[in-house]
């Protein structure tokens, strides 16, 4: 049982295009950065793209919560019971 | 020609635009920027004005070529979404069979020809700027440029356009903060896992609950 990190470089890729996309529209609707060829714009979408992917590799790990079970009955301890000291 | 000249001033969100090239200066007198060029145009036998109107009725921006530094980001053509352009230019020579185009950042939004049968060399016109661009759609600085082609010669023409108005209240705003948030909460759940393999061996086990402490 060996503890290993499972990595979503989709999830995260997705992630990367979204915040690309958006930080490149803020840039354009504030006029933050003017450029003559919007496909410049793609490479801070790029950047988000890469980002994402590797946020979704190394990033930090997520504690993932255990699935909900019915609850574990433990009886009393008492004669018959597993492990129960010796009646005297 | 016409064509051109129509292009290039409306879908450039009326940069204006004579026929060929030059380098424009602004209108001291109404422009609330400094007197600073906003247009270039090329060759020179170009020549063009435009005035911006706001939704108020107020002369919002207003630029001649050539007679200036040429097209610059920092100190853009006016516009705002409400308003209107008025527009007129002429070219040394009539240019008959043109093709002509009208780029926004680097992608064609216009285009167009004509045999010019008329040889025209000058157009003027006025246009509403809401006819190309919706307000509350977007703001921000873009590059224009266009160029016509035909026989008898060409001209080309570039500027940076303003379209003014509130970024906080434009579609592109509402677009980008809705990407942004679902890129947070993608980014939260593209995050690794811890201890995935555990929970995978606890259940071929059967024994998906933890032992219960002692």
Request: proline share 9%; aromatic share 8%.
């Amino acid at each position: 049982m060996a503890k290993t990190r499972k990595g979503h470089p989709v999830k995260g890729a997705i992630a990367g295009l979204l915040l690309g996309l958006s930080v490149s529209l803020f840039l354009l609707i504030f006029s933050l950065w003017v450029v003559k060829n919007l496909e410049w714009y793609a490479i801070v979408v790029g950047a988000g793209v890469v980002v994402g992917i590797l946020w979704g590799l190394y990033g930090p790990r997520r504690r993932r919560k255990r699935p909900a079970g019915p609850p574990v009955v433990v009886g009393p301890r008492g004669a018959g019971s597993p492990g129960a000291p010796p009646p005297v | 020609m016409q064509g051109a000249a129509g292009a290039l001033l409306t879908g450039a969100a009326m940069a204006w635009w004579a026929t060929p090239a030059f380098a424009g200066t602004r209108d001291a007198s109404t422009a609330p920027t400094p007197v600073v060029p906003g247009v270039s145009l090329e060759p020179s036998n170009c020549s063009g004005s435009g005035t911006v109107v706001n939704g108020s009725g107020q002369v919002l921006d207003h630029a001649t070529a050539p007679g200036g530094g040429g097209a610059s980001p920092g100190n853009p053509i006016l516009v705002d979404p409400n308003g209107v352009v008025t527009y007129e230019g002429t070219s040394g020579t009539a240019i008959t069979n043109h093709h002509w185009y009208v780029d926004l950042d680097g992608i064609e939004v216009q285009s167009g020809g004509s045999p010019n049968t008329g040889m025209e060399t000058s157009t003027h016109g006025t246009k509403k700027i809401s006819d190309f661009l919706p307000a509350h759609i977007i703001t921000g600085t873009y590059y224009v440029d266009g160029a016509i082609s035909g026989t008898g010669g060409e001209c080309s023409g570039s500027a940076y356009v303003k379209i003014e108005g509130d970024p906080a209240v434009t579609a592109a705003f509402g677009l980008a903060v809705v990407l942004f948030l679902l890129a947070l909460w993608l980014f939260y759940a593209g995050m690794p896992d811890e201890a995935e393999e555990m929970l995978d061996v606890a259940d071929e086990l059967g024994q998906s609950q933890p032992p219960p402490a002692r």
